[in-house]
């Protein structure tokens, strides 16, 4: 079956970056798209980017441009977020999202199995 | 980039009542080639993560009750749950992936009165 195990928990100081790794098994990871989102304490969703694990292509949130990185390590089937530049505003859940449908389908773009959760705390 | 907003923020109903939940986009999420509306509703429960519920707008994921349904097409939808269930309890949340940013409405708040 599908699952998605991310890294645990982080704790690091403002101005400092954070990687968070989401390690796939049970499908073709090549084939199905992951999105990142992220939720700060008893708020809403907030969506972070895509990576296509095929070519390493991404499309980020513009909040986050110049600050997050998204890569995939297709050897180990392990995709990455690391944010950089880290503020208070930062601490959150990050999830990671995998496509409902393979890129041939019309189902790539739906967030469908999601990884537990990685708690990510920035504080001095 | 198109912005999701969803109402109300909090709702309370009684359970076996109905319960309806709203989402806009601002601008039109229908994808005339394929006559598709490019919306998705998640469920989260406390310390949990989102739980597909329905997407194309309509179409309800496999495994989700009968009970959850959605409707609408272009910029406004509705997430109905016909008989509301003590386990309904959750946040629940659209999304429109017609466009990158995929953006998320706030989230509703479901209770129980």
């Known amino acids: 079956q599908v699952q998605l195990v991310q890294s645990g928990a982080e704790v690091k100081k403002p101005g400092a970056s954070v990687k968070v790794s989401c390690k796939a098994s049970g499908y073709t990871f090549t084939n199905y798209e992951i999105n990142w989102v992220r939720q700060a304490t008893g708020q809403g969703l907030e969506w972070m980017g895509w990576?296509?694990?095929?070519?390493?292509?991404?499309g980020l949130a513009q909040n986050f441009q110049g600050r997050v990185t998204m890569t995939r390590d297709t050897s180990i089937s392990t995709a990455y977020m690391e944010l950089s530049s880290l503020r208070s505003e930062d601490t959150a859940v990050y999830y990671c999202?995998?496509?409902?449908?393979?890129?041939?389908?019309?189902?790539?773009?739906?967030?469908?199995?999601w990884g537990q959760g990685t708690l990510v705390t920035v504080s001095s | 980039d198109i912005v999701m907003t969803q109402s109300p923020d909090s709702l309370a109903v009684s359970l076996g009542e109905r319960a309806t939940i709203n989402c806009k986009s601002s601008q039109s999420i229908l994808y005339r080639s394929d006559n598709k509306n490019y919306l998705a509703w998640y469920q989260q429960k406390p310390g949990q993560p989102p739980k597909l519920l329905i997407y194309w707008a309509s179409t309800r994921e496999s495994g989700v009750p009968d009970r959850f349904s959605g409707s609408g097409s272009g910029t406004d939808f509705t997430l109905t749950i016909s008989s509301l269930q003590a386990e309904d309890v959750a946040v629940y949340f659209c999304?429109?992936?017609?466009?990158?940013?995929?953006?998320f409405g706030q989230g509703t708040r479901l209770e129980i009165k």
């Open positions: 990576i296509n694990p095929n070519s390493g292509d991404t």
């Open positions: 999304q429109q992936y017609y466009a990158t940013p995929r953006g």
């Open positions: 999202a995998r496509s409902k449908g393979d890129y041939s389908s019309i189902w790539y773009a739906i967030p469908e199995s």
